[in-house]
């Protein structure tokens, strides 16, 4: 494992690699400060650009765009007070008050301070505890496979946002989506309807570019500005000094922590965490009612909450194969169009990739704060492009990397197909990303199931007689419970009787 880990650190600061982390980085931090554009959006793509590269290099640069993105969304959060990102909608709430306040370089330099630490932070937890679980899972087969795949699911209530049966509706169509081409065990042809550019089956960057990108083109151009007062230039500093940052620390490391854990936990992601390190901070704090006038401490929290998820968010998706948010959801796709399997195979198959991966979210979290301090400044004048042109660059980077993956026009057509559908599941409120987890874990959930199946001459008994698959299930079932009303009812019963 340590021979591993000297490989991985070896092969990110090589040239090539440092370089496609640099651009990845810089990528975010632009793609983040655009409203209305999402760190999930930029990775999707992105992920035809990295088939000309090794995986090690085109995952770095996509993990990098993650990274860069959860600060970058907060430089639109803080100078126009639209969220670059889902992730910085917490940062709103204080740092456009400060940047009001003539403090728009004080705001912006604790944003990357605390994205920094937070960045960090969980880089550090990335590295120690994935290797730990890697080295547990190795030892999985075809049944607990399912086991793992059968919880995967499970995320998909949490990734609901609102309506469970919208999220488990979107899920089995993912499911569905996935059962499309060559069955995997028998070579039969599954719903191609005689096309033959569907017997390999559904393309998952054509699918990722599809859902995610053409309904945030179209939602680019029906949207308004909400007429808020835009901060056009920034005076002070944004290198914070020693003092401030010393006062920031606890809430920094605080709020990281609760990063970390809630990125662990499959279908969660930078959203969440930030309101929780808000709160929680608030909760804390001896003046809460300096939250909302542009406290310091409101903005420290949510950064380094939302970049903290990043790493946290990998922990799952690298050694179990289940994604941790949709963005990890997207990287999962992009491994996959690389021919690699994530899951626990990734750790001992293709250590060198996995490695690399995780030394990148650390230097681009490095990248990301000396990017931050030059480059802030100059991302003001993203934030003044006008949504209708970002909206026809959107769709323009869509049909050509929809066609740069095979040079099949197909796949276009499918790709605007996706993007249709993404679109109208948003407009009557259907969650796309149980969609998207449901078609990557439903080809696992399929070849296991059959191999289980072949292991134990077609008794289902296999999946309660191996501990490690029962133990899984009963979690599965736990967390399924855990996601209906009846579940949610009563604990609002229980906290109110308390």
């Given at each position: 494992?340590?021979?591993?880990?000297?490989?991985?650190?070896?092969?990110?600061?090589?040239?090539?690699?440092?370089?496609?982390?640099?651009?990845?980085?810089?990528?975010?931090?632009?793609?983040?400060?655009?409203?209305?554009?999402?760190?999930?959006?930029?990775?999707?793509?992105?992920?035809?650009?990295?088939?000309?590269?090794?995986?090690?290099?085109?995952?770095?640069?996509?993990?990098?765009?993650?990274?860069?993105?959860?600060?970058?969304?907060?430089?639109?959060?803080?100078?126009?007070?639209?969220?670059?990102?889902?992730?910085?909608?917490?940062?709103?709430?204080?740092?456009?008050?400060?940047?009001?306040?003539?403090?728009?370089?004080?705001?912006?330099?604790?944003?990357?301070?605390?994205?920094?630490?937070?960045?960090?932070?969980?880089?550090?937890?990335?590295?120690?505890?994935?290797?730990?679980?890697?080295?547990?899972?190795?030892?999985?087969?075809?049944?607990?496979?399912?086991?793992?795949?059968?919880?995967?699911?499970?995320?998909?209530?949490?990734?609901?946002?609102?309506?469970?049966?919208?999220?488990?509706?979107?899920?089995?169509?993912?499911?569905?989506f996935s059962t499309v081409g060559m069955d995997s065990i028998t070579g039969i042809p599954r719903f191609t309807l005689g096309n033959i550019n569907l017997f390999g089956g559904i393309p998952f960057t054509v699918a990722l570019i599809g859902l995610f990108s053409i309904p945030q083109a179209l939602r680019l151009i029906e949207k308004d500005s909400?007429?808020?007062?835009?901060?056009?230039?920034?005076?002070?500093?944004?290198?914070?000094?020693?003092?401030?940052?010393?006062?920031?620390?606890?809430?920094?490391?605080?709020?990281?922590?609760?990063?970390?854990?809630?990125?662990?936990?499959?279908?969660?992601?930078?959203?969440?965490?930030?309101?929780?390190?808000?709160?929680?901070?608030?909760?804390?704090?001896?003046?809460?009612?300096?939250?909302?006038?542009?406290?310091?401490?409101?903005?420290?929290?949510?950064?380094?909450?939302?970049?903290?998820?990043?790493?946290?968010?990998?922990?799952?998706?690298?050694?179990?194969?289940?994604?941790?948010?949709?963005?990890?959801?997207?990287?999962?796709?992009?491994?996959?169009?690389?021919?690699?399997?994530?899951?626990?195979?990734?750790?001992?198959?293709?250590?060198?990739?996995?490695?690399?991966?995780?030394?990148?979210?650390?230097?681009?979290?490095?990248?990301?704060?000396?990017?931050?301090?030059?480059?802030?400044?100059?991302?003001?004048?993203?934030?003044?492009?006008?949504?209708?042109?970002?909206?026809?660059?959107?769709?323009?980077?869509?049909?050509?990397?929809?066609?740069?993956?095979?040079?099949?026009?197909?796949?276009?057509?499918?790709?605007?197909?996706?993007?249709?559908?993404?679109?109208?599941?948003?407009?009557?409120?259907?969650?796309?990303?149980?969609?998207?987890?449901?078609?990557?874990?439903?080809?696992?959930?399929?070849?296991?199931?059959?191999?289980?199946?072949?292991?134990?001459?077609?008794?289902?008994?296999?999946?309660?007689?191996?501990?490690?698959?029962?133990?899984?299930?009963?979690?599965?079932?736990?967390?399924?419970?855990?996601?209906?009303?009846?579940?949610?009812?009563?604990?609002?019963?229980?906290?109110?009787?308390?």
């Open positions: 494992m340590f021979a591993n880990v000297i490989l991985g650190l070896t092969n990110v600061f090589s040239l090539h690699n440092f370089l496609a982390i640099a651009f990845g980085t810089f990528l975010g931090l632009v793609v983040g400060a655009m409203p209305g554009l999402s760190a999930t959006m930029a990775i999707a793509l992105l992920v035809p650009v990295t088939f000309a590269m090794p995986p090690d290099t085109g995952i770095s640069m996509l993990a990098s765009i993650y990274m860069g993105a959860m600060y970058g969304g907060s430089i639109a959060a803080v100078l126009i007070r639209t969220p670059g990102t889902p992730a910085a909608a917490a940062t709103t709430v204080d740092g456009y008050p400060m940047a009001q306040r003539g403090e728009a370089g004080r705001a912006l330099g604790i944003s990357l301070t605390a994205s920094f630490v937070g960045g960090v932070v969980s880089s550090c937890v990335l590295l120690t505890l994935a290797p730990i679980l890697g080295w547990v899972a190795v030892m999985f087969g075809p049944v607990e496979l399912f086991g793992i795949a059968v919880l995967g699911m499970t995320i998909l209530a949490s990734l609901s946002q609102g309506s469970v049966i919208k999220g488990l509706l979107a899920g089995t169509i993912g499911l569905l909400d007429g808020a007062v835009q901060t056009n230039r920034i005076t002070d500093k944004i290198l914070r000094p020693w003092s401030e940052v010393k006062m920031l620390l606890p809430t920094f490391l605080r709020s990281s922590i609760i990063g970390v854990f809630t990125g662990i936990i499959p279908g969660t992601g930078g959203d969440t965490a930030c309101w929780f390190a808000y709160n929680e901070a608030k909760r804390r704090s001896d003046e809460p009612d300096s939250f909302g006038k542009g406290s310091p401490y409101g903005i420290a929290a949510p950064e380094a909450a939302n970049n903290a998820v990043v790493g946290g968010a990998l922990v799952p998706t690298i050694t179990l194969g289940i994604p941790g948010s949709s963005s990890t959801a997207v990287l999962m796709g992009g491994l996959m169009i690389h021919g690699i399997m994530p899951g626990p195979s990734l750790m001992t198959e293709y250590a060198g990739v996995t490695y690399t991966l995780i030394w990148a979210v650390l230097l681009s979290t490095v990248v990301m704060f000396v990017e931050g301090l030059f480059f802030t400044k100059a991302c003001i004048f993203v934030t003044r492009i006008g949504n209708k042109v970002l909206s026809v660059a959107v769709v323009v980077l869509c049909v050509i990397g929809a066609f740069a993956i095979n040079n099949n026009l197909f796949e276009v057509g499918l790709m605007l197909a996706f993007g249709i559908l993404g679109y109208f599941m948003d407009k009557i409120k259907i969650p796309v990303a149980p969609l998207v987890v449901g078609l990557i874990l439903g080809r696992m959930l399929d070849v296991s199931l059959h191999q289980s199946l072949l292991i134990s001459q077609g008794s289902w008994m296999i999946f309660l007689t191996n501990p490690i698959c029962a133990v899984l299930l009963l979690l599965a079932l736990i967390s399924l419970i855990q996601s209906t009303p009846m579940y949610v009812a009563w604990r609002r019963k229980r906290r109110a009787r308390a």
